[in-house]
């Protein structure tokens, strides 16, 4: 390269530096896979209403589909219909905030995140007065949102880093890997934050298909799991991610923190330093992603289901309540 066109290609890197991070959420595959797991715990009646809004043949786990508001993230067209949705794809939560009586995790007053950005589009999705076009919107967003919310990366930061973006990966599993050609991040160097996004699903996906290891997982669910991880508690979710990321994701397995951010080359991460130890945390992420956006898709499109809820919650407030007054 010439010296000129040198200046120009780091005058680009920085602009799409600048304006890509944070980066893409779980790749295609980790959406692919919550929404597959999600998929089988739809109820016929919700089912029913999706496919009316998403056409018979096709599956929330089309990566088409799930993967949607990534693509339209930077498009241009989509900047006036859907104002300010690069933010929705996750919450800034400080992971060096001090653990103190103040502690607490507050998310955008405005609803301009993950968490807010959920509940609109949930409540879209369950509205009556909304046409089906739109509802398609819902399903997308809803499905993808509701996916990244539980890549814990999209819950946190550390010291300005976008949620890992900015700490290098060198390379992972003794490769240095690049990104292949289609995704938007293909530039620069891989990231702690790609890494959770991508090189990780992959570690655990190995040659099993994204379908394929939905079901594994779906198996893998206990009822107890399943319960605990059935509710709509949204913030909680994003509180989840964000502990998880402060105390493992940002973390060696020994507890030491990693590297601060621009720390060139950047980590070597192999399966004895940080990935073995982590792929637990990847495999419960995407169940957990799974089982709850199962829970919104039924809460919006089944009456019943919602019904179903509340009758039970009731049930155990009053369960709650007679037992104090037993004291
Ligand atoms: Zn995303």
């Not at 690069?86 to 103040?102: A, C």
């Not at 990244?148 to 880093?161: K, N, S, T």
């Not at 669910?221 to 502990?243: C, G, P, V």
Request: charged residues 25%; glycine residues 6%.
């Amino acid at each position: 390269m010439k010296p000129t066109s040198l200046i120009l290609h780091f005058i680009l890197v920085l602009v799409l530096v600048g304006t890509a991070a944070p980066a893409l959420a779980w790749g295609p595959e980790g959406h692919e896979i919550i929404a597959a797991i999600a998929e089988s715990y739809l109820t016929p009646m919700a089912k029913e209403q999706l496919q009316a809004i998403i056409g018979s043949t096709k599956r929330i786990a089309d990566p088409e589909l799930s993967s949607w508001a990534d693509h339209i993230r930077y498009m241009k067209e989509y900047k006036s219909v859907y104002p300010g949705n690069g933010n929705w794809h996750f919450v800034d939560f400080n992971v060096t905030e001090r653990y103190d009586e103040n502690f607490e995790l507050r998310p955008d007053p405005n609803g301009n995140d993950v968490i807010g950005a959920i509940r609109r589009w949930t409540d879209e999705l369950a509205s009556n007065k909304i046409p089906l076009e739109h509802k398609l919107d819902a399903v997308r967003f809803v499905v993808h949102l509701v996916g990244d919310i539980h890549q814990p990366l999209h819950c946190a930061y550390r010291y300005g880093d976008m949620g890992g973006n900015m700490i290098p990966v060198h390379s992972f599993q003794g490769r240095n890997y690049s990104f292949d050609a289609e995704t938007m991040m293909d530039f620069g160097q891989p990231s702690i934050h790609s890494v959770w996004d991508e090189s990780m699903v992959y570690e655990l996906l190995g040659s099993t298909r994204p379908r394929i290891m939905a079901r594994k997982l779906q198996k893998e669910i206990t009822d107890d799991e399943f319960r605990k991880w059935s509710n709509d508690n949204i913030l909680q979710w994003a509180i989840d991610s964000y502990w998880r990321a402060r105390k493992e994701v940002y973390r060696w397995p020994n507890g030491d923190p990693l590297p601060w951010k621009w720390a060139r080359p950047g980590m070597d991460l192999t399966s004895e330093n940080y990935i073995d130890a982590r792929l637990p945390l990847v495999r419960e992420q995407l169940k957990k992603g799974g089982v709850r956006l199962a829970y919104m898709i039924n809460s919006a499109l089944d009456p019943d289901f919602l019904a179903e809820k509340t009758a039970a919650r009731q049930k155990s407030v009053e369960k709650a309540e007679e037992k104090a007054a037993e004291k």
